[in-house]
Protein backbone atom coordinates (compact mmCIF):
# COMPACT_ATOMS: atom_id res chain seq x y z
CA UNK A 1 0.00 0.00 0.00
CA UNK A 2 1.18 3.16 -0.81
CA UNK A 3 1.73 6.12 1.52
CA UNK A 4 0.57 9.35 1.21
CA UNK A 5 2.79 12.52 -0.16
CA UNK A 6 2.25 14.64 2.98
CA UNK A 7 2.75 12.88 6.38
CA UNK A 8 3.17 14.03 9.79
CA UNK A 9 6.43 13.63 11.26
CA UNK A 10 6.77 11.81 14.68
CA UNK A 11 6.07 13.27 18.13
CA UNK A 12 9.27 14.77 20.07
CA UNK A 13 9.67 13.32 23.50
CA UNK A 14 9.29 16.33 26.27
CA UNK A 15 10.98 16.75 29.75
CA UNK A 16 10.28 19.45 31.98
CA UNK A 17 14.01 21.60 32.76
CA UNK A 18 15.00 20.95 36.18
CA UNK A 19 15.36 23.42 38.82
CA UNK A 20 18.92 25.13 39.24
CA UNK A 21 19.60 24.24 41.93
CA UNK A 22 17.39 21.32 42.40
CA UNK A 23 15.93 20.78 45.62
CA UNK A 24 14.49 17.70 46.35
CA UNK A 25 11.94 19.32 49.10
CA UNK A 26 10.62 22.61 48.26
CA UNK A 27 8.64 24.96 51.16
CA UNK A 28 5.82 27.02 49.71
CA UNK A 29 6.73 30.78 49.62
CA UNK A 30 4.20 32.68 51.59
CA UNK A 31 4.46 36.44 51.06
CA UNK A 32 2.84 39.39 53.48
CA UNK A 33 1.90 42.44 51.99
CA UNK A 34 2.32 45.72 54.71
CA UNK A 35 1.04 48.84 54.07
CA UNK A 36 2.92 51.86 54.17
CA UNK A 37 3.55 53.62 57.64
CA UNK A 38 4.08 56.99 57.50
CA UNK A 39 6.02 58.69 60.59
CA UNK A 40 4.07 62.15 62.51
CA UNK A 41 6.29 64.49 63.17
CA UNK A 42 6.24 65.15 67.29
CA UNK A 43 4.92 68.75 66.98
CA UNK A 44 2.33 67.35 65.61
CA UNK A 45 1.43 64.99 68.14
CA UNK A 46 2.26 68.32 70.86
CA UNK A 47 -0.28 70.76 69.88
CA UNK A 48 -3.07 68.65 70.73
CA UNK A 49 -1.44 68.11 74.23
CA UNK A 50 -0.76 71.32 74.84
CA UNK A 51 -3.98 72.73 74.26
CA UNK A 52 -5.84 70.71 76.61
CA UNK A 53 -3.23 71.82 79.02
CA UNK A 54 -3.50 75.34 78.34
CA UNK A 55 -7.64 74.49 78.63
CA UNK A 56 -7.41 73.24 82.09
CA UNK A 57 -4.34 75.91 83.13
CA UNK A 58 -7.53 78.47 82.14
CA UNK A 59 -10.42 76.56 83.95
CA UNK A 60 -8.47 76.14 87.30
CA UNK A 61 -8.03 79.83 87.34
CA UNK A 62 -11.50 81.14 85.93
CA UNK A 63 -12.72 78.54 89.03
CA UNK A 64 -10.27 79.94 91.32
CA UNK A 65 -11.27 83.30 90.88
CA UNK A 66 -15.06 82.94 91.12
CA UNK A 67 -14.18 81.34 94.24
CA UNK A 68 -12.63 84.14 95.69
CA UNK A 69 -14.25 86.96 94.25
CA UNK A 70 -18.13 85.51 94.43
CA UNK A 71 -20.07 87.85 97.26
CA UNK A 72 -21.34 86.48 100.44
CA UNK A 73 -23.10 87.83 103.24
CA UNK A 74 -20.79 89.63 106.10
CA UNK A 75 -20.12 87.59 109.58
CA UNK A 76 -21.65 88.88 112.47
CA UNK A 77 -20.70 88.51 115.74
CA UNK A 78 -21.47 89.83 119.17
CA UNK A 79 -18.24 91.41 120.70
CA UNK A 80 -19.72 92.75 124.24
CA UNK A 81 -23.22 91.92 126.03
CA UNK A 82 -23.46 94.37 129.22
CA UNK A 83 -26.58 94.70 131.04
CA UNK A 84 -26.73 98.70 132.88
CA UNK A 85 -29.90 98.15 134.32
CA UNK A 86 -32.99 95.92 135.32
CA UNK A 87 -35.66 96.24 137.50
CA UNK A 88 -39.24 94.61 137.90
CA UNK A 89 -42.58 96.78 138.77
CA UNK A 90 -45.22 95.31 140.75
CA UNK A 91 -47.35 98.57 141.07
CA UNK A 92 -49.36 99.57 139.22
CA UNK A 93 -48.85 96.90 136.95
CA UNK A 94 -46.40 93.89 136.44
CA UNK A 95 -43.56 95.53 133.55
CA UNK A 96 -39.93 95.97 133.24
CA UNK A 97 -37.40 98.11 132.67
CA UNK A 98 -33.89 96.57 131.24
CA UNK A 99 -30.90 98.56 129.63
CA UNK A 100 -28.69 96.68 127.72
CA UNK A 101 -25.21 97.77 125.99
CA UNK A 102 -24.88 95.79 123.12
CA UNK A 103 -21.17 95.76 121.19
CA UNK A 104 -21.25 94.02 117.38
CA UNK A 105 -18.83 92.78 115.43
CA UNK A 106 -18.86 93.07 111.18
CA UNK A 107 -16.75 91.24 109.60
CA UNK A 108 -16.35 91.72 105.76
CA UNK A 109 -14.93 88.87 104.04
CA UNK A 110 -15.09 89.91 100.12
CA UNK A 111 -12.80 91.74 98.34
CA UNK A 112 -15.42 94.74 97.81
CA UNK A 113 -16.51 97.44 100.46
CA UNK A 114 -19.66 97.02 102.41
CA UNK A 115 -22.27 99.36 102.94
CA UNK A 116 -25.07 98.27 105.91
CA UNK A 117 -28.13 100.49 105.78
CA UNK A 118 -28.97 99.31 109.32
CA UNK A 119 -28.07 97.25 112.62
CA UNK A 120 -31.24 96.06 114.11
CA UNK A 121 -30.96 94.49 117.97
CA UNK A 122 -33.74 93.44 119.60
CA UNK A 123 -34.72 91.55 123.52
CA UNK A 124 -37.03 89.61 123.86
CA UNK A 125 -38.70 87.43 126.60
CA UNK A 126 -39.94 83.60 126.23
CA UNK A 127 -40.12 84.08 122.68
CA UNK A 128 -42.15 87.37 122.40
CA UNK A 129 -40.42 90.78 121.46
CA UNK A 130 -40.24 93.34 124.51
CA UNK A 131 -38.31 96.39 122.31
CA UNK A 132 -35.31 96.93 119.90
CA UNK A 133 -33.19 99.57 118.71
CA UNK A 134 -31.73 100.65 115.37
CA UNK A 135 -28.52 102.10 114.85
CA UNK A 136 -27.12 104.37 111.96
CA UNK A 137 -25.80 103.67 108.45
CA UNK A 138 -22.05 102.21 108.11
CA UNK A 139 -19.47 101.81 106.11
CA UNK A 140 -16.83 98.62 105.96
CA UNK A 141 -14.07 98.29 103.55
CA UNK A 142 -12.92 95.31 101.95
CA UNK A 143 -11.27 92.70 104.19
CA UNK A 144 -12.18 94.47 107.53
CA UNK A 145 -14.07 94.43 110.06
CA UNK A 146 -16.15 97.56 112.13
CA UNK A 147 -17.71 97.46 115.44
CA UNK A 148 -21.51 98.85 116.16
CA UNK A 149 -22.13 99.80 119.60
CA UNK A 150 -25.80 100.16 120.53
CA UNK A 151 -27.68 100.51 124.01
CA UNK A 152 -31.39 98.85 124.26
CA UNK A 153 -33.25 100.96 126.52
CA UNK A 154 -36.77 99.52 127.38
CA UNK A 155 -38.84 101.11 130.31
CA UNK A 156 -42.13 100.44 131.73
CA UNK A 157 -42.90 97.11 129.29
CA UNK A 158 -45.76 95.03 130.68
CA UNK A 159 -45.46 91.36 130.29
CA UNK A 160 -49.01 90.74 131.90
CA UNK A 161 -49.43 87.37 129.31
CA UNK A 162 -46.14 85.40 131.04
CA UNK A 163 -46.75 87.03 134.87
CA UNK A 164 -46.67 83.66 135.91
CA UNK A 165 -42.69 82.11 134.42
CA UNK A 166 -42.01 85.56 135.47
CA UNK A 167 -42.85 85.16 139.03
CA UNK A 168 -41.22 82.08 138.97
CA UNK A 169 -37.89 83.36 137.10
CA UNK A 170 -37.85 86.05 140.05
CA UNK A 171 -38.27 83.50 142.52
CA UNK A 172 -35.23 81.32 141.22
CA UNK A 173 -32.91 84.38 141.08
CA UNK A 174 -32.40 84.71 137.27
CA UNK A 175 -34.42 85.64 134.20
CA UNK A 176 -33.34 84.31 130.24
CA UNK A 177 -33.42 87.03 127.63
CA UNK A 178 -33.54 86.46 123.73
CA UNK A 179 -31.37 89.23 121.75
CA UNK A 180 -31.43 89.26 118.17
CA UNK A 181 -28.88 91.40 116.27
CA UNK A 182 -29.75 91.86 111.99
CA UNK A 183 -28.11 93.60 109.82
CA UNK A 184 -28.58 95.03 106.62
CA UNK A 185 -26.70 96.64 103.22
CA UNK A 186 -25.73 95.71 99.91
CA UNK A 187 -21.89 95.23 98.62
CA UNK A 188 -20.73 98.27 97.03
CA UNK A 189 -19.65 97.14 93.41
CA UNK A 190 -18.63 99.12 90.04
CA UNK A 191 -21.55 98.94 88.23
CA UNK A 192 -24.57 97.46 90.66
CA UNK A 193 -25.04 96.60 94.80
CA UNK A 194 -25.80 93.40 95.97
CA UNK A 195 -27.97 92.95 98.95
CA UNK A 196 -26.41 91.38 102.00
CA UNK A 197 -27.95 90.41 105.32
CA UNK A 198 -26.61 88.46 108.64
CA UNK A 199 -28.36 87.43 112.29
CA UNK A 200 -27.02 86.56 115.17
CA UNK A 201 -29.27 85.09 118.35
CA UNK A 202 -28.08 85.80 121.96
CA UNK A 203 -29.68 83.30 124.80
CA UNK A 204 -28.45 85.44 128.22
CA UNK A 205 -29.38 84.58 131.66
CA UNK A 206 -29.39 87.16 134.15
CA UNK A 207 -28.89 87.37 137.63
CA UNK A 208 -31.77 89.54 139.15
CA UNK A 209 -29.85 89.48 142.36
CA UNK A 210 -26.74 91.92 141.71
CA UNK A 211 -28.46 93.06 138.06
CA UNK A 212 -25.61 91.10 135.87
CA UNK A 213 -25.13 88.57 133.09
CA UNK A 214 -24.28 85.07 134.30
CA UNK A 215 -24.46 83.78 131.30
CA UNK A 216 -24.94 84.13 127.70
CA UNK A 217 -24.38 81.72 124.35
CA UNK A 218 -24.76 82.96 120.68
CA UNK A 219 -25.00 81.74 117.73
CA UNK A 220 -25.34 82.81 113.75
CA UNK A 221 -28.41 82.21 111.69
Request: some cysteine.
Amino acid sequence: MASSKFSDPPPIPYDPLPSYPPQPHQQPQIIIVLPQYYRIPRQFLRRPARGYVYCAAVFILLSAALFFLWPSDPELSIARLKLRHLKVHSFPKIAIDVTLDVTAKIRNKDFYSVNFRYVVISIGYRGKQLGHVISDYGRIKARASSYVNATLELTDISIFSDLIPLIEDLARGSITFDTVTQIGGELGLVLFDIPIKGKVVCEIVVDTHNETISHQNCYPE
